[in-house]
Structure formats: C-alpha cells, structure tokens
C-alpha cells in the first residue's frame, strides 16, 4: 500500500505543485482533496509554465489519473477554463479526470456574496482571494448548496438553485451589497456546463477505494496550507476548508487506515499572502530581497506576497497535526546571497517562552520570535540535484531546520524544475515513495 498526503506546512504556495508533479511519477492517482481555484499551484516542464487551480498536478504526467474529490468547490468556468488551456498544450485531460459527484458548485453570486465579509464596515477584511471560496462552503455547511450530482439532474438542480439565488438576492439587497446578475443566464450556462463535465463525473469515494483494493498508489495533494486550515490556522484569517491531513479523507472518501504516509512542503522560509497574524515576517528590507530573489507574487491574484524567516515553532505545530513523516523544504537557492539567515526557534510572549500556538490572532500577534542566526553559504545552490554537492554552510543549515523541528528533511528543492531536486538516499521520503 502506498498512499501518500503531500500538503502545504505552512500559509500556502510552498512548492506543493512542483513537488506533487515531480512525485507523480511514483503514483497511479492523484486526488485533490479540497479548496477551489483560490489555490494556484505551478509548475515548470521545460520552458513552458503551468498554473494549476483545480486540477490535481498529476494531470501533467501522460496516463496518470487525476481525481478532484468532494472536498472541493468547483467554479465551472474556471475548471472549463482550465482543462481548455491544458488541452491546447497537448495535455489528454478529458482521458484522465475524474470530477467527485459530490463536490460542490460554485456560483458567481458566491461572489457577490464574499463582499459581505471582505467589504463592510465592521468585518474583518481576511484578504481573501475573491473566488467566492468561503460563501459556497458556507452553503456546503449551511445545507443548501448545490452538488456535481445535483446539477446534473436537471429539474430538481433549477428548482434549488432559484431557491437559494433568491434568499442570495433578498440578503445582498438588505445589506447593499447587491449586483446586477442575470440568473436566468447564469442557469443556463450551468446547464451546458452540466452537459460537458458529465462524462468526468464519478462516484470518485468507490473508484479511489476499488483502485487501492486493486493495489494501485493514491498521492493526495493538498491546497493552501496548514496554518490557513480552518480549525488549525489563524482563524479567521484562513481559508474554509480542511488543508491538514485529515481533510484528505473527508475530502476523497478514503480512510485514515489506508493511508501510509505524510509528507510536509515547507519553503526554506515563510511567505503569506492577504492579511492575518505572521510572527517572523521580515517587514525590513530583507522581506523584499526575499520577494524579490524567491518571485514572492501570488499565482491568483498577483499580490506581493509578505515574506519572512523560518519558524520552527510553527513547523513543530504543523508537524504534529499533520503527523509528517518527513519534509520537503523548497526554495533552498532563495537564501544563497545571504550573509546571515535568522531561523525563529521559540516564541516569547510577555516575556516568558510559549511553546504552544496560541489559539487567538490577538495573542499571535503578540508572539516575540527568538531567533537564532545561521551563516549564510555565499555560494550558488540553484539546480543542485545531489546532497553531497551542496555547500556546507547550506547542510548545516537544513540539519538546524530538522533539529529544531523534530522532522527529516527528505527532499530539498533547488529550483522551479523537476530535475532541480534531491531526494535523500535512506530517508522516510524516499521509503514513502517507494
Ligand atoms: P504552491 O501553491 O504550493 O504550488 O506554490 P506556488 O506555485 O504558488 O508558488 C511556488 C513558486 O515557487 C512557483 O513559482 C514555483 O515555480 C517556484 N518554486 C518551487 N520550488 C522552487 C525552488 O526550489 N526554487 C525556486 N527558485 N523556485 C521554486
Ligand atoms: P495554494 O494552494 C496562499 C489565502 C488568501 C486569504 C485566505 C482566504 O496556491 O497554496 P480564500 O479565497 O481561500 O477564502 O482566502 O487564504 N489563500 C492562499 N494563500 N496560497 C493559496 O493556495 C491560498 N488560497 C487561499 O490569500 O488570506
Ligand atoms: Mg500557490
């Protein structure tokens, strides 16, 4: 059995794309497990770049099946958008998708919507990415949102949906955050869509599960990251849906018990993007050395991405509701040109040493980061695909990262390509993907 989760450890876009394409390879299926298109995962192949959104990264590897499980909301446009543009690269998507009969539909009054917390006095602005994320799984809990499964029953899908637009008109309205939206339209547009995502659509739980039985290999690939989990991040400055491992099951319909390994992605430092509490952000000029050496932009919505040092604390956290077995930590030749690079191994609050993560923004923000100073390896890491070739300074480095996070680092990342990669001989990773 080789069933593997590969997600984020920290606030999102550590590299997860580029890792689960490269480890692909090892694995018969991959199957996202939640989020929408707020997550932009990418990938370089050659010369030609890729962002994923909704489909799984394994698409990009010829004859590997990709699977987008219930866990996730699907805006249809971006997911007709999206295998339109993979198509026109050569990429046989249709052959190999599987879309979740019971993931959820995401509508542009979700959008609509997503203006109630983002724009109104009072609110907490999170800083979201606009995608109408958090209103369709607020719909998903609420109750009423509409499913793959029930789009594509016709009649029974137009009588929920004028339902739920107007309780979304009468509420947009009383609140003055209505806009002008052809619902006809739109219902229409859902209808063709439902015409061409039909054949995708499976049962996607069983046909997980009958290929496991079959002995076939699931690598289960997570959005977002750990810290923007909605019950472990910094809440509410997080995402709606379960990033950490245990959304891999509720968000595929496979158990705990089949699932043989975790595997953490971590950048050499930490970036976040959109607002919330980040400890060990760099606010002097070397958050922007790294923004600017690390190509620190979102891959949805172009912010600058706030940029800071690794936090060990934080990791040891993530570790533990993860329970990784091991760590890729990416982005390595980012740090090459610094003399000196600050890792954050405890927090101090008020003066005394937390070692817990406190559960408010408030106390969060509060959080002193202890660092110490590692010294800077001044010599290029970029392409590396051998440990042994790597600088000493860069060995110790990642040494100080396991010792003070308790985790292997597995695999190393060097650069944007697959072959810019190393992988430890004998490490856990190693064994997890064998
Ligand atoms: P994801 O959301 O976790 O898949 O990450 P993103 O794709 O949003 O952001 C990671 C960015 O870093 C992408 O532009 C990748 O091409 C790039 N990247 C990944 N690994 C490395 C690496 O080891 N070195 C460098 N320089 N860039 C990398
Ligand atoms: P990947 O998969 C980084 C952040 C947003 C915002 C918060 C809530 O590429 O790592 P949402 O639109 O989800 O309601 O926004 O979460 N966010 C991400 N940050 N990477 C992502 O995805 C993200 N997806 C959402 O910036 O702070
Ligand atoms: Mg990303």
Redesign the pocket.
């Known amino acids: 059995m080789r069933n593997v989760i590969i997600l ?1 450890s920290q606030w ?7 890792i689960v394409d490269l480890f692909s390879a090892h694995f018969d299926i991959v199957a996202r497990y939640q989020g929408g298109n707020n ?6 192949i050659g010369d030609k770049k890729f962002v994923l959104k909704l489909i799984p990264s394994g698409i990009l590897r010829p004859g590997k099946k990709a699977v987008i499980g219930n866990g996730l909301v699907i805006d249809p446009a971006a997911l007709m958008g999206e295998i339109d543009a993979l198509e026109s690269s050569g990429i046989d998507v249709r052959a190999n998708l599987f879309v979740s009969n019971r993931a959820h539909v995401l509508f542009p009054a979700h959008r609509m919507m997503e203006k109630m917390s983002e724009g109104r006095p009072g609110r907490i602005s999170i800083g979201t990415t606009a995608r109408g994320i958090g209103p369709c799984y607020e719909d998903k809990i609420g109750r009423r949102g509409v499913r793959i499964a029930d789009l594509l029953d016709r009649d029974a899908f137009h009588a929920q949906y004028d339902s739920v637009m107007e309780e979304k008109t009468a509420i947009a309205k009383l609140f003055g955050i209505y806009e002008e939206l052809d619902f006809r339209g739109i219902r229409d547009e859902y209808d063709a869509f439902a015409d061409r995502i039909r054949p995708m659509v499976r049962d996607t739980a069983l046909l997980l599960n009958r290929a496991i039985e079959d002995g076939q290999a699931v690598m289960f690939e997570g959005a977002q990251g750990s810290m923007l989990d909605i019950d472990h991040g910094t809440y509410p400055f997080v995402t709606s849906s379960n990033a950490t491992a245990g959304g891999a099951c509720t968000g595929t319909g496979v158990a705990p018990t089949r699932i043989s390994g975790v595997i953490g ?1 971590s950048k050499a430092y930490v970036t976040r993007v959109g607002g919330g509490p980040f400890p060990t952000e760099a606010l002097d000029g070397a958050g922007e050395r790294i923004r600017a050496r ?2 620190e932009f979102g ?1 949805v919505t172009g912010r600058a991405r706030r940029c800071g040092w690794f936090d060990a604390p934080l990791l040891r956290y993530t570790a533990a509701i993860n329970g990784f077995d091991s760590l890729v930590v ?5 740090l090459d040109e610094f003399d000196q690079i600050p890792v954050c191994v405890a927090y101090r609050m008020g003066g005394r040493e937390v070692t817990e993560m406190p559960p408010t923004v408030a106390a969060v923000e509060k959080i002193e980061p202890v660092y110490e100073c590692m010294p800077g390896w001044s010599s290029s890491t ?1 392409g590396i695909d051998s440990y042994d070739d790597l600088p000493p300074r860069a060995k110790d480095y990642l040494a100080f990262l396991e010792q003070r996070t308790g985790v292997e680092a597995g695999c190393i ?4 390509e697959r072959n ?1 990669t190393i992988v430890r001989p004998g490490s856990r990773l190693e064994k997890l993907l064998s």
């Open positions: 984020g999102g876009d550590e590299g997860k794309g580029k997550a932009g995962h990418t990938i370089f992605v690390g190509h891959a990416t982005k390595l030749d980012v970029f990342s060097t650069g944007p810019q």
